[in-house]
Structure formats: structure tokens, C-alpha cells
């Protein structure tokens, strides 16, 4: 995939998206979704899961996005792509925790940690990136 990070920071940093939003909302062209579409769906899943700190909403977008681009889409054999995706997403959740520490909003966003903005800007540009690196 190209390049995406860019878009994807833009959305959030600019535009006002959540951090959910911004990285799956970069991928809706590559896929054939209505932007609008994902823009609602995600619209609960920033700052981890409505404001819950839990998981990342920038994590949460990127497996969103590993699910759309990796699933067979057969509902006549739901299992056919699962153990695959679910292989993908913790490769890319291991990955994001490399980088950034955790996969937890509570855990990187800290009082003593970066500033929330920045933070989140990073986490973003990292899921965005990782899913870029994705081989397909």
C-alpha cells in the first residue's frame, strides 16, 4: 500500500477527526467504503473506546482496516479468513506496542507522558504506517 500517514495525521490534526476515525477513514478509497460510513461507525472509538482509555482508538482503526482489507467477505463461510486476520491484527498489535509501549490509551497518554495531542498524532502516524507495511 502507499503511503498513507500523511492523510492520515491531516484528518486528525486538521480536519478534527478521532484518532478511530483518522486511520480508518484514510483507507475507505483503497477498499470501496463510503468514507461517511466509517467516519460514523468510528466515531465512538476514540480516546479507547468512547473515552473508556482502554484500547487505542488509532489501534482500533488500524484493525479495522486489517479486518476490511484481509477478511474474504463470505458469509456463507465466516471462518474462511478469520484465524488469518486475527494472525494479522496481533502481529500489528505487537508491532504498535514496539514502538509506542502499549496498545492502551490509559498507558500512553500519562500526566508524566507526552502531551495528549501530540501523543495521539503519534499514534496515529504509527498505525497508519504499520498498516502500510503490511504485506498483503
Do not use: H
Not at 476515525?21 to 473506546?49: I, N, S
Not at 502499549?102 to 498507558?107: G, T
Request: aromatic share 8%.
Amino acid at each position: 500500500m502507499e503511503a498513507n500517514k500523511d492523510t492520515a495525521v491531516a484528518k486528525f490534526t486538521e480536519k478534527g477527526y478521532n484518532c478511530c476515525q483518522a486511520v480508518a477513514c484514510t483507507y475507505c478509497e483503497k477498499f470501496g467504503v463510503k468514507e461517511e460510513d466509517v467516519f460514523r461507525l468510528t466515531e465512538g472509538f476514540g480516546l479507547g473506546m468512547g473515552g473508556l482509555m482502554d484500547t487505542c482508538g488509532a489501534v482500533t482503526g488500524m484493525f479495522l482496516v486489517i479486518s476490511l482489507a484481509n477478511s474474504a467477505g463470505d458469509m456463507e463461510q465466516p471462518r474462511l479468513t478469520k484465524m488469518d486476520t486475527y494472525a494479522k491484527i496481533r502481529e500489528a498489535a505487537k508491532l504498535f506496542k514496539e514502538k509506542k509501549g502499549s496498545v492502551y490509551c490509559r498507558d500512553l497518554k500519562t500526566e508524566n507522558g507526552q502531551q495528549p495531542l501530540l501523543c495521539c498524532t503519534k499514534c496515529v502516524e504509527t498505525a497508519a504506517d504499520l498498516i502500510d507495511r503490511i504485506e498483503w
